[in-house]
């Protein structure tokens, strides 16, 4: 039995590769549930048309010309509270990840993910639900699984905590040390405790967790 107008979820693209853009917009507008709206290069293009304010769920690339993927999330959580909002790329980092998810995104799908599944993962979204690709998932759940930074002896100290968050926003050694009024080399011997703490190996790493484990603000990594 087909849905009528009224139930159709209304959807719009946003990726910047014309052959996966049209890929699936073929594919959704196959399903007698689904209607894609229209398909943009960028954010910019999506933000400017109509169609935004008329649609359930957004299906949105990371990696876009101009405004990130992950900007254009904290966008139209700002702008549409309702919107749903699906992430669709080909990075699997924990970065990515808990970026995306941080910004507002309900879901985050590999770009290898099939017509089903992609279908699905629509329909799950605007029932309420979270869809995942199962390694993103796998992700997700480990990090509930870690070693928490704050376990008994592994707290870290309110001035790695300050280094950390000035990792997140990239600044050299040398900047840090001037920020926070340490020599490059105290700079550094924190950090290494910071590693040893998080159970990391690399900068990355450490904003990455420190970000998951919400001992810093995901912003400051912009």
């Not at 699984?145 to 790695?160: T, Y």
């Not at 950090?191 to 970000?211: D, Q, T, W």
């Amino acid at each position: 039995m087909e849905n009528s107008v009224q139930e159709l979820i209304k959807i719009v693209i946003v990726e910047d590769n014309k052959y996966m853009r049209e890929g699936w917009t073929t594919i959704l507008d196959f399903a007698p549930d689904l209607l894609v709206l229209n398909a943009f290069e960028s954010c910019e293009e999506a933000f400017d048309s109509d169609e935004i304010s008329k649609a359930n769920v957004v299906l949105m690339d990371i990696e876009l010309p101009g405004m990130s993927g992950i900007e254009g999330v904290k966008y139209l959580q700002k702008e549409y509270p309702e919107l749903i909002i699906i992430m669709a790329s080909v990075f699997d980092d924990n970065k990515n990840v808990f970026d995306a998810l941080c910004a507002g995104a309900v879901g985050y799908l590999m770009k290898k993910v099939s017509p089903e599944e992609l279908k699905k993962a629509i329909r799950d979204a605007y029932e309420g639900g979270s869809p995942m690709t199962p390694n993103i998932a796998r992700k997700v759940i480990k990090t509930f699984h870690q070693p928490a930074a704050n376990d008994e002896g592994e707290q870290l100290k309110e001035r790695e905590l300050e280094i950390l968050a000035e990792l997140a926003k990239g600044k050299s050694y040398a900047a840090i040390g001037e920020e926070v009024y340490l020599s490059v080399d105290g700079v550094r011997y924190h950090i290494r405790n910071i590693y040893r703490k998080l159970h990391v190996n690399s900068r990355s790493e450490a904003v990455s967790k420190g970000i998951s484990q919400r001992l810093i603000n995901p912003d400051l990594s912009e």
